[in-house]
């Protein structure tokens, strides 16, 4: 059952530890050093450590991983990093050559030679490309992180050349976004200054930027407001080539307006849309939106909170009235929209159906309607789009699940088929393995379904090490994943896995989400309780062998679980965490988070969050677990004091706790697969101490 905490805020002084929130201060990063050498000195002397490492190399720098791409008139652009090429290669081969085992790759831009001739920490974050007519130049806005923060440094590449464009558009270090508007043209939203940036740390100011111009002399085009998350410009490319342009108004993290801006008019047009909606693309015509809330548009047809419907865009863009919205897709209890992807020959509608994928082709009829074709999967595994573009006929798709390697198809959209195009080798072990869900019952008698990967001969004496994994929020799914590093880390070490799908993720859609919102957060919670005992009382595991594992928002799970089920668990690791859950809201990206946790601000979500925040909670006189946080100093999202002050209570209290923050790394940790080779195996290492103890000597 659920132990919801009294609040404990009076217990310490909440100044204590806030200069751990100088996240480069002297004293900050000298106490972060020391903890990294007890701790490193610790995990990588164990005779495991190695081992564990070795493995993650050998997966993550391998040299039979599936080169995914992107399309471009005839070619595929892949990032490409290994041994050799650490921080990447940007590259691409021709489509003809793609399909062969052996693809001969031309590399675009080398951005370790790149970060060495500007002595630069850079870390490659992307490219957004702009379809020239035929016969023209591709240009693209590379984006380039110092050391694998969210904000980053845009410049203007040719393909043509393979360089970055002398006296191109080049934008500074910023949380930015850039859209093409055309050849000569951006849109760009920035941090303009002083007073332009939100709460959260994002921009609120969309201006329209013309080459061969300073970016200062930009031409506003939409202001929001400071106490929104932020605005993000947007373009898209019609079926006759016109390019619209806009912008997205986040209110809130999860509410939104779409603000079309017209061709030599003042002012914008909002789009009339629901607050809670997904957009989807655009397919003959047809502007395709998932809803997150129920809608009735005027004068029409009422919707319900998680369908896909659309409507003729232009039609809108003709009259400014919205014309008739139609009904492309209603799941049931079970499933959710998981992804639209549209190339020049198909839409695709990818759907989770309890909690495994299933796949279908849309088409308009001329009546309005929607016709849905299934396309056949290979298993009851994960299916993942990995590129569509409405400007060519390709699609590629990923399959995999808990014990099947990845698998890229090619879609044949005149046969409504998949093909093959490359295949992983098995990477680990599953000789032996089972892989089936359950349902645990949460405390409010929901059934919260979980997956568990275990060996089919467990004894069920409570005896089997098993590692349980959780989210929980954002709308956020987490389906069947085929981990390499899982497998021959974890799995064939003798342990189990289990993957919780509890209530805040978007297994099972919006209301799934949004059940565990603010003040019903402790469902979440709840539900993997649930999944923690549901485990024991199979006879799975026990306490001093069940370990868990969550980062980010899962990082709060699991701060919440050393509070609230201490003795549960004899292992927790704490990823790139929330914990002061009464300051995460004016650290970093935090105040654009209020919507999912409720804001300290307000009196009676306050008086909640003190109930559930890990650090506020810390009580010395519990059994805790030794726990292991990991976390990132340019981790410039979630703010690395999270980590840090929860990290010092246990110091203080002279209670036993591991601890790593990567110097580099952004949100995920690590920003090369040396460096998560590196991550994973302490992890490992602390969890087999934890749960696999050595046999004495």
């Known amino acids: 059952m659920s132990q919801a905490a009294t609040p404990a805020t009076a217990i310490f002084d909440e100044t204590a530890h806030l200069w751990l929130e100088e996240v480069e201060g002297e004293r900050a990063l000298a106490w972060v050093e020391a903890q990294n050498a007890r701790s490193l000195a610790e995990l990588e002397a164990d005779p495991r450590y190695a081992g564990?490492?070795?493995?993650?190399?050998?997966?993550?720098?391998?040299?039979?991983?599936?080169?995914?791409?992107?399309?471009?008139?005839?070619?595929?652009?892949?990032?490409?990093?290994?041994?050799?090429?650490?921080?990447?290669?940007?590259?691409?081969?021709?489509?003809?050559?793609?399909?062969?085992?052996?693809?001969?790759?031309?590399?675009?831009?080398?951005?370790d030679a790149l970060a060495a001739a500007e002595d630069a920490n850079w870390v490659y974050k992307g490219a957004s490309c702009l379809r020239p007519?035929?016969?023209?130049?591709?240009?693209?806005?590379?984006?380039?992180?110092?050391?694998?923060?969210?904000?980053v440094v845009v410049r203007e590449f040719s393909l043509a050349t393979m360089s970055f464009v002398e006296g191109g558009f080049e934008a500074p270090e910023a949380k930015q976004n850039l859209a093409w508007a055309g050849p000569d043209t951006i849109l760009i939203s920035t941090d303009w200054g002083e007073g332009t940036l939100t709460q959260s740390?994002?921009?609120?100011?969309?201006?329209?930027?013309?080459?061969?111009?300073?970016?200062?002399?930009?031409?506003?085009?939409?202001?929001?407001?400071?106490?929104?998350?932020?605005?993000?410009?947007?373009?898209?490319?019609?079926?006759?080539?016109?390019?619209?342009?806009?912008?997205?108004?986040?209110?809130?993290?999860?509410?939104?307006?779409?603000?079309?801006?017209?061709?030599?008019?003042?002012?914008?047009?909002?789009?009339?849309l629901p607050a809670r909606f997904s957009a989807r693309g655009l397919y003959r015509g047809q502007y395709l939106l998932s809803l997150n809330e129920d809608w009735t548009p005027a004068g029409q047809d009422s919707f319900k909170s998680g369908d896909l419907v659309s409507f003729d865009l232009e039609a809108f863009l003709e009259t400014r009235a919205l014309p008739p919205v139609r009904l492309v897709f209603r799941p049931n209890e079970a499933q959710a929209v998981a992804s639209v992807r549209i190339s020049s020959g198909a839409a695709l509608l990818s759907v989770i159906d309890n909690v495994t994928s299933t796949l279908n082709r849309i088409e308009p009829a001329d009546d309005g309607s929607w016709t849905l074709t299934p396309v056949e999967l290979p298993g009851r595994g994960q299916m993942n789009i990995v590129f569509a573009d409405d400007q060519e006929e390709t699609v590629f798709l990923r399959y995999e699940d808990f014990l099947t390697p990845s698998t890229l198809f090619a879609y044949d959209s005149g046969a409504n088929t998949l093909a093959p195009l490359k295949s992983l080798t098995p990477k680990f072990d599953t000789d032996g393995l089972t892989v089936e869900q359950?349902?645990?019952?949460?405390?409010?008698?929901?059934?919260?379904?979980?997956?568990?990967?275990?060996?089919?001969?467990?004894?069920?004496?409570?005896?089997?090490?098993?590692?349980?994994?959780?989210?929980?929020?954002?709308?956020?799914?987490?389906?069947?994943?085929?981990?390499?590093?899982?497998?021959?880390?974890?799995?064939?070490?003798?342990?189990?896995y289990a993957l919780a799908n509890i209530r805040g993720g978007g297994e099972f859609g919006p209301a799934w989400h949004q059940a565990g919102l603010k003040l019903n957060r402790q469902r979440i919670y709840d539900d993997f309780i649930?999944?923690?005992?549901?485990?024991?009382?199979?006879?799975?595991?026990?306490?001093?062998?069940?370990?868990?594992?969550?980062?980010?928002?899962?990082?709060?799970?699991m701060g919440v679980m050393l509070n609230q089920r201490p003795d549960l668990w004899n292992a927790v690791v704490v990823q790139v965490p929330l914990l002061d859950m009464l300051r995460y809201h004016l650290m970093l990206a935090g105040a654009s988070w209020v919507d999912e946790y409720g804001s300290p601000e307000v009196p009676e979500e306050r008086a909640f969050l003190e109930t559930i925040s890990?650090?506020?909670?810390?009580?010395?006189?519990?059994?805790?677990?030794?726990?292991f946080f990991v976390t990132s100093t340019k981790d410039d999202r979630v703010h690395p004091a999270h980590a840090r002050k929860m990290a010092i209570l246990f110091e203080e209290a002279g209670l036993p706790f591991y601890y790593f923050e990567n110097m580099d790394g952004g949100h995920a940790a690590a920003t090369d697969p040396t460096a998560r080779a590196r991550r994973t195996a302490l992890e490992y290492t602390y969890l087999a101490r934890q749960l696999f103890p050595l046999p004495a000597e």
Request: proline content about 8%; aromatic content about 12%.
């Open 438 to 496: 359950h349902f645990a019952v949460s405390a409010d008698g929901t059934r919260i379904p979980y997956f568990l990967i275990r060996r089919a001969d467990i004894p069920f004496d409570g005896s089997t090490p098993t590692l349980l994994y959780g989210y929980g929020g954002f709308q956020v799914s987490y389906g069947p994943s085929y981990s390499a590093v899982l497998g021959r880390n974890w799995l064939e070490q003798g342990g189990a």
């Open 201 to 272: 740390g994002y921009p609120f100011i969309v201006k329209r930027w013309q080459r061969g111009t300073p970016l200062d002399q930009a031409v506003e085009v939409y202001r929001g407001k400071e106490t929104d998350v932020g605005v993000w410009p947007w373009t898209m490319r019609l079926d006759d080539g016109r390019i619209l342009q806009g912008a997205s108004v986040a209110e809130t993290f999860f509410t939104s307006r779409s603000i079309w801006f017209p061709p030599g008019e003042a002012e914008g047009v909002t789009l009339p």
């Open 133 to 151: 007519p035929p016969g023209g130049e591709w240009r693209c806005l590379v984006s380039l992180s110092d050391g694998g923060k969210d904000a």
């Open 52 to 111: 564990f490492e070795a493995a993650a190399l050998d997966v993550l720098n391998s040299s039979e991983r599936i080169p995914e791409g992107s399309v471009r008139d005839g070619y595929v652009y892949n990032f490409w990093q290994d041994r050799t090429h650490v921080r990447g290669i940007w590259r691409r081969t021709k489509l003809e050559s793609y399909a062969t085992e052996t693809p001969d790759w031309e590399t675009i831009l080398d951005i």
């Open 614 to 627: 890990p650090y506020h909670n810390f009580d010395a006189s519990k059994p805790y677990p030794a726990p």
């Open 530 to 557: 649930a999944v923690g005992e549901d485990l024991v009382g199979r006879g799975v595991t026990s306490p001093p062998h069940l370990g868990i594992m969550g980062g980010s928002n899962g990082g709060l799970l």
